[in-house]
């Protein structure tokens, strides 16, 4: 059965093509998911790990470009949270990450908007901003901007948390560009030629990765106190980075 015939709509009047195209792209997707090929798995244990650490007595949560939020919801059960928001410009996405996050039990909030007008539009702050596989989509300049309205969104204590494929210092996007094809035809087995190939396709026309340095600087530029890299996939493809709004550390470290 191939993921067109799966996913037939049973109604005439349901949004067919919406739902059928987001589908086919969410199977390659999911696929990529669950088998960890870009280290979400690690990613969201790392996430977890600085969350319970630096928040122990509850934080509020927005998922910019939440997806299916089954990542997270794994990664929020059993921690402080008190508030979670996912913003995302799909219906169909938001609808699983509504599912998915029943098992947290924290006020939820779904959002399908775009994620840098809902930070350039907030009105109440909150602890902790996630990105995961979204910001590279944007130019350097919305990047730029992007991280004055975090600054902005964000608590005196608060982080910006991102997860992201990132350029190694010195790279350029065109060996980046290589580096990611030459991984994903040798390690994404699970998806087929045509599926590679279309990833890669997608890759090439919409991805602008920026190393953790020039991350870094536009993050100390727009109001940031420190920026560090916390954690890096075994391929060292996607990188975790802080942008933390204070200068000084939580109690205890
Ligand atoms: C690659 S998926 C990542 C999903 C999830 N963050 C994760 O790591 O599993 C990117 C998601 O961002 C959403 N998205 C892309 N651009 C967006 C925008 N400007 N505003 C809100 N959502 C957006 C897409 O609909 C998609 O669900």
Redesign the pocket.
């Known amino acids: 059965m191939t993921s067109d015939q799966f996913f037939e709509p049973a109604a005439a009047d349901e949004r067919t093509d919406e739902v059928k195209a987001?589908f086919n792209q969410w199977h390659v997707?999911r696929t990529i998911?669950d088998h960890d090929y870009?280290g979400?798995v690690n990613a969201h244990k790392a996430l977890r790990d600085l969350l319970i650490h630096d928040f122990p007595d509850g934080f509020s949560i927005i998922?910019?470009?939440?997806?299916?939020?089954?990542?997270?919801a794994q990664m929020l059960a059993g921690t402080s949270v008190s508030y979670y928001e996912g913003?995302?410009?799909?219906d169909v996405?938001l609808d699983l990450a509504r599912k998915n996050m029943e098992v947290v039990g924290c006020q939820c909030v779904f959002s399908?908007?775009?994620?840098?007008?809902?930070l350039q539009e907030r009105e109440s702050p909150v602890d902790v901003i996630?990105?995961?596989?979204?910001l590279h989509?944007?130019s350097s300049v919305q990047k730029e901007m992007f991280l004055a309205y975090c600054r902005s969104a964000l608590t005196a204590r608060g982080l910006l948390i991102i997860?992201e494929p990132m350029l190694e210092e010195g790279e350029t996007r065109e060996e980046f560009l290589g580096r990611c094809e030459a991984e994903i035809d040798a390690h994404w087995t699970a998806l087929a030629p045509d599926e590679r190939e279309a990833i890669c396709e997608h890759v090439i026309s919409a991805d602008f990765p920026e190393s953790v340095m020039t991350l870094r600087e536009m993050g100390l530029r727009n109001g940031f106190a420190r920026v560090e890299s916390v954690w890096r996939n075994p391929t060292s493809l996607f990188q975790m980075i802080v942008f933390h709004a204070s200068p000084v550390n939580p109690p205890g470290e």
């Open positions: 987001f997707y998911m870009t979400e998922d910019l470009g939440c997806g299916d939020a089954g990542y997270m913003v995302d410009l799909s996405a399908n908007y775009d994620f840098v007008r809902n996630w990105i995961g596989l979204s989509h944007l997860y």
